[in-house]
Protein backbone atom coordinates (compact mmCIF):
# COMPACT_ATOMS: atom_id res chain seq x y z
CA UNK A 1 0.00 0.00 0.00
CA UNK A 2 1.10 3.97 -0.03
CA UNK A 3 3.49 4.75 2.56
CA UNK A 4 4.18 8.29 3.61
CA UNK A 5 7.70 8.94 5.40
CA UNK A 6 8.48 12.01 7.57
CA UNK A 7 11.33 13.75 8.89
CA UNK A 8 13.03 14.29 10.93
CA UNK A 9 10.92 11.74 13.55
CA UNK A 10 11.64 13.96 16.28
CA UNK A 11 12.84 17.39 16.95
CA UNK A 12 14.23 19.33 19.88
CA UNK A 13 14.08 22.65 19.59
CA UNK A 14 14.45 26.32 21.83
CA UNK A 15 11.55 28.64 21.42
CA UNK A 16 11.64 30.82 18.75
CA UNK A 17 13.47 28.74 16.71
CA UNK A 18 11.68 27.95 12.83
CA UNK A 19 10.78 24.41 12.35
CA UNK A 20 11.16 22.74 9.22
CA UNK A 21 9.71 18.91 8.28
CA UNK A 22 8.94 16.83 5.01
CA UNK A 23 6.58 14.27 4.21
CA UNK A 24 7.58 11.95 1.40
CA UNK A 25 5.68 9.33 -0.99
CA UNK A 26 6.26 6.95 -3.41
CA UNK A 27 3.46 7.38 -5.14
CA UNK A 28 1.53 10.64 -6.51
CA UNK A 29 -0.72 12.49 -4.27
CA UNK A 30 -3.07 14.78 -5.68
CA UNK A 31 -3.95 16.06 -2.07
CA UNK A 32 -1.37 16.76 1.03
CA UNK A 33 -3.54 17.42 4.67
CA UNK A 34 -1.00 18.63 7.73
CA UNK A 35 -2.36 17.64 11.11
CA UNK A 36 -1.34 18.67 14.77
CA UNK A 37 -1.79 15.86 17.42
CA UNK A 38 -1.74 17.16 21.37
CA UNK A 39 -1.30 14.43 23.48
CA UNK A 40 -4.57 12.79 24.83
CA UNK A 41 -6.74 14.51 21.51
CA UNK A 42 -7.45 13.55 18.32
CA UNK A 43 -5.22 15.24 15.15
CA UNK A 44 -6.82 18.35 14.19
CA UNK A 45 -6.17 20.05 10.41
CA UNK A 46 -3.60 22.57 9.83
CA UNK A 47 -3.36 23.20 6.50
CA UNK A 48 -4.63 21.58 3.27
CA UNK A 49 -2.92 21.28 -0.12
CA UNK A 50 -4.79 20.56 -3.05
CA UNK A 51 -2.25 21.63 -5.98
CA UNK A 52 1.35 21.20 -6.98
CA UNK A 53 3.71 23.92 -6.13
CA UNK A 54 1.13 25.12 -4.15
CA UNK A 55 2.26 27.39 -0.71
CA UNK A 56 -0.38 27.60 2.09
CA UNK A 57 -0.31 29.79 5.62
CA UNK A 58 -1.92 29.21 8.55
CA UNK A 59 -0.38 31.87 11.00
CA UNK A 60 3.08 30.61 11.20
CA UNK A 61 2.23 27.96 9.79
CA UNK A 62 3.28 27.28 5.79
CA UNK A 63 2.96 24.58 3.94
CA UNK A 64 3.71 23.64 0.60
CA UNK A 65 2.25 20.91 -2.03
CA UNK A 66 6.00 19.99 -4.05
CA UNK A 67 6.14 20.01 -7.45
CA UNK A 68 6.48 16.55 -8.17
CA UNK A 69 3.43 15.66 -6.25
CA UNK A 70 5.43 12.73 -4.16
CA UNK A 71 6.64 15.40 -1.34
CA UNK A 72 4.85 18.22 0.98
CA UNK A 73 6.78 20.31 3.20
CA UNK A 74 5.66 22.24 6.67
CA UNK A 75 7.74 25.08 8.06
CA UNK A 76 6.84 26.82 11.59
CA UNK A 77 8.05 29.82 12.14
CA UNK A 78 9.00 31.34 15.90
CA UNK A 79 8.53 28.34 17.64
CA UNK A 80 6.29 28.65 20.94
CA UNK A 81 5.42 25.91 23.77
CA UNK A 82 2.23 25.10 22.45
CA UNK A 83 3.65 24.10 19.01
CA UNK A 84 4.71 20.52 20.85
CA UNK A 85 2.90 17.85 19.27
CA UNK A 86 3.04 14.67 17.06
CA UNK A 87 2.74 16.26 13.27
CA UNK A 88 1.13 14.03 10.63
CA UNK A 89 1.27 14.47 6.96
CA UNK A 90 -2.16 12.41 5.58
CA UNK A 91 -3.20 12.39 1.82
CA UNK A 92 -5.73 10.50 -0.08
CA UNK A 93 -5.26 6.62 -1.21
CA UNK A 94 -5.07 6.06 -4.78
CA UNK A 95 -8.83 5.19 -6.28
CA UNK A 96 -10.23 5.68 -3.05
CA UNK A 97 -10.37 9.60 -2.38
CA UNK A 98 -12.08 9.42 0.79
CA UNK A 99 -9.56 7.40 2.61
CA UNK A 100 -6.27 8.64 4.07
CA UNK A 101 -3.17 6.97 4.71
CA UNK A 102 -1.28 8.96 7.43
CA UNK A 103 2.29 9.93 7.22
CA UNK A 104 4.87 8.14 10.46
CA UNK A 105 4.59 11.75 12.05
CA UNK A 106 6.93 13.89 13.58
CA UNK A 107 7.08 14.72 17.12
CA UNK A 108 8.41 18.28 18.20
CA UNK A 109 9.45 19.34 21.57
CA UNK A 110 9.76 22.89 22.60
CA UNK A 111 12.33 23.83 24.82
CA UNK A 112 12.37 26.99 26.80
CA UNK B 1 -15.82 21.98 10.08
CA UNK B 2 -17.61 19.26 12.16
CA UNK B 3 -17.17 18.65 16.05
CA UNK B 4 -17.18 15.19 17.04
CA UNK B 5 -17.42 13.92 20.23
CA UNK B 6 -16.05 10.32 21.60
CA UNK B 7 -17.07 8.33 24.80
CA UNK B 8 -15.69 7.07 26.59
CA UNK B 9 -12.28 9.35 26.29
CA UNK B 10 -10.74 6.55 28.43
CA UNK B 11 -10.69 3.12 29.94
CA UNK B 12 -9.29 0.42 31.36
CA UNK B 13 -10.62 -2.79 30.66
CA UNK B 14 -10.32 -6.51 31.17
CA UNK B 15 -8.65 -8.96 28.94
CA UNK B 16 -12.07 -11.46 26.95
CA UNK B 17 -14.40 -8.24 27.71
CA UNK B 18 -15.58 -6.27 24.74
CA UNK B 19 -15.69 -2.29 24.84
CA UNK B 20 -18.13 -0.02 22.78
CA UNK B 21 -17.41 3.63 21.52
CA UNK B 22 -19.18 6.12 21.00
CA UNK B 23 -18.97 8.64 18.03
CA UNK B 24 -21.60 11.38 17.92
CA UNK B 25 -21.21 14.10 14.79
CA UNK B 26 -23.23 17.74 14.83
CA UNK B 27 -24.32 17.34 11.43
CA UNK B 28 -25.23 14.44 9.27
CA UNK B 29 -22.10 13.37 7.16
CA UNK B 30 -21.70 10.82 4.45
CA UNK B 31 -18.39 8.87 5.63
CA UNK B 32 -17.67 8.16 8.68
CA UNK B 33 -13.97 6.23 9.65
CA UNK B 34 -13.07 4.14 12.38
CA UNK B 35 -8.98 4.43 13.32
CA UNK B 36 -6.19 2.95 15.36
CA UNK B 37 -3.64 4.53 17.10
CA UNK B 38 -0.83 2.03 18.77
CA UNK B 39 1.30 3.32 21.08
CA UNK B 40 3.76 5.83 19.58
CA UNK B 41 2.47 5.16 16.02
CA UNK B 42 0.56 6.89 13.39
CA UNK B 43 -3.02 6.10 12.48
CA UNK B 44 -4.04 3.21 10.61
CA UNK B 45 -7.97 3.23 9.30
CA UNK B 46 -10.10 0.11 10.71
CA UNK B 47 -12.85 0.31 8.46
CA UNK B 48 -15.46 2.59 7.06
CA UNK B 49 -18.70 3.25 8.69
CA UNK B 50 -21.47 2.96 5.51
CA UNK B 51 -24.79 4.69 6.73
CA UNK B 52 -27.68 1.90 5.96
CA UNK B 53 -25.15 -0.97 5.14
CA UNK B 54 -22.48 -2.90 6.23
CA UNK B 55 -19.05 -1.19 7.07
CA UNK B 56 -16.07 -1.67 4.83
CA UNK B 57 -13.08 -2.67 6.43
CA UNK B 58 -9.48 -2.44 5.82
CA UNK B 59 -6.88 -5.52 5.18
CA UNK B 60 -5.96 -7.03 8.73
CA UNK B 61 -9.35 -6.02 10.53
CA UNK B 62 -12.39 -8.04 10.65
CA UNK B 63 -15.95 -7.61 11.74
CA UNK B 64 -16.16 -10.06 14.83
CA UNK B 65 -13.49 -7.97 16.30
CA UNK B 66 -14.28 -5.09 15.61
CA UNK B 67 -18.13 -4.85 14.68
CA UNK B 68 -19.25 -1.16 13.81
CA UNK B 69 -23.02 0.11 13.36
CA UNK B 70 -24.45 3.34 11.55
CA UNK B 71 -27.85 4.01 12.87
CA UNK B 72 -27.82 7.52 10.97
CA UNK B 73 -25.89 10.26 9.24
CA UNK B 74 -24.79 11.42 12.82
CA UNK B 75 -23.60 8.41 14.78
CA UNK B 76 -21.59 5.19 14.49
CA UNK B 77 -20.42 3.22 17.44
CA UNK B 78 -16.83 0.69 17.31
CA UNK B 79 -17.09 -2.41 19.42
CA UNK B 80 -13.42 -3.97 20.42
CA UNK B 81 -14.42 -7.42 21.03
CA UNK B 82 -12.61 -10.12 23.35
CA UNK B 83 -10.16 -7.75 24.29
CA UNK B 84 -6.47 -8.66 24.88
CA UNK B 85 -3.64 -6.12 25.98
CA UNK B 86 -2.35 -5.91 21.93
CA UNK B 87 -6.09 -3.81 22.03
CA UNK B 88 -4.44 -1.42 23.83
CA UNK B 89 -4.50 1.69 21.70
CA UNK B 90 -5.78 5.04 20.98
CA UNK B 91 -9.66 4.67 18.67
CA UNK B 92 -10.51 7.77 16.80
CA UNK B 93 -13.82 8.64 15.14
CA UNK B 94 -13.41 10.74 11.73
CA UNK B 95 -15.71 12.23 9.68
CA UNK B 96 -15.19 14.25 6.18
CA UNK B 97 -17.20 16.88 4.63
CA UNK B 98 -15.32 18.66 1.80
CA UNK B 99 -13.07 16.59 -0.38
CA UNK B 100 -10.84 14.43 1.91
CA UNK B 101 -10.23 16.81 4.77
CA UNK B 102 -11.24 14.53 7.84
CA UNK B 103 -12.15 15.77 11.57
CA UNK B 104 -11.89 14.12 14.53
CA UNK B 105 -13.11 13.09 18.27
CA UNK B 106 -10.53 13.53 20.91
CA UNK B 107 -10.20 9.51 20.78
CA UNK B 108 -10.48 6.76 23.42
CA UNK B 109 -7.36 5.35 25.09
CA UNK B 110 -7.96 2.07 25.41
CA UNK B 111 -6.29 0.33 28.08
CA UNK B 112 -6.29 -3.65 28.51
CA UNK B 113 -5.20 -5.30 31.67
Known amino acids: GQQLNQSPQSMFIQEGEDVSMNCTSSSIFNTWLWYKQDPGEGPVLLIALYKAGELTSNGRLTAQFGTTRKDSFLNISASIPSDVGIYFCAGPNTGTASKLTFGTGTRLQVTL | SAVISQKPSRDICQRGTSLTIQCQVDSQVTMMFWYRQQPGQSLTLIATANQGSEATYESGFVIDKFPISRPNLTFSTLTVSNMSPEDSSIYLC??????????FGQGTRLTVV
Open chain 2, 94 to 103: SSQLLNTEAF
